[in-house]
């Protein structure tokens, strides 16, 4: 299934990613306020690599999880940018890791996109 290459790709390279900029997160200082919803966060997002790396594995079979994966991207990506781009004291460098959610997400509609045309 040669198209399928797309969907297969993408979800596999995102995990890897995901995995090379989440994990080092573990060892940077905790906030001094609400660390524990900095830990959960990075925790989850971790987790999450896991799904993009099954759905990498058999797009088709796991298709019905790649439009939460869409989210799972867009739910930081979107209020990050919106926030920066109102002025608000988000980070610079947390606004490129927010346009890179964005167009992961993105990337994973199109292979949802893609799924789904091969399914025939």
């Not at 900029?21 to 200082?29: D, E, I, K, R």
């Not at 990075?42 to 987790?47: I, S």
């Not at 209020?79 to 460098?93: D, E, M, S």
């Amino acid at each position: 299934m040669t198209d399928l290459v797309f969907p297969r790709r993408m979800f596999r390279w995102a995990a890897i990613y995901g995995v090379i900029v989440l994990a080092p997160l573990y060892f940077t200082p905790l906030p001094p306020v609400m660390a524990e919803t900095f830990l959960g966060f990075v925790g989850l997002a971790l987790v999450f690599q896991a799904v993009f790396w099954i759905i990498g594995g058999d797009p088709v079979k796991y298709r019905a999880l790649m439009l939460p994966a869409v989210a799972e991207k867009l739910v930081f990506g979107l209020p990050a940018l919106a926030l920066f781009a109102q002025g608000y004291p988000v980070p610079p460098p947390v606004a490129v890791f927010a346009a890179i959610d964005v167009a992961l997400g993105l990337g994973f509609w199109l292979a949802w996109r893609q799924t789904r045309s091969s399914r025939g």
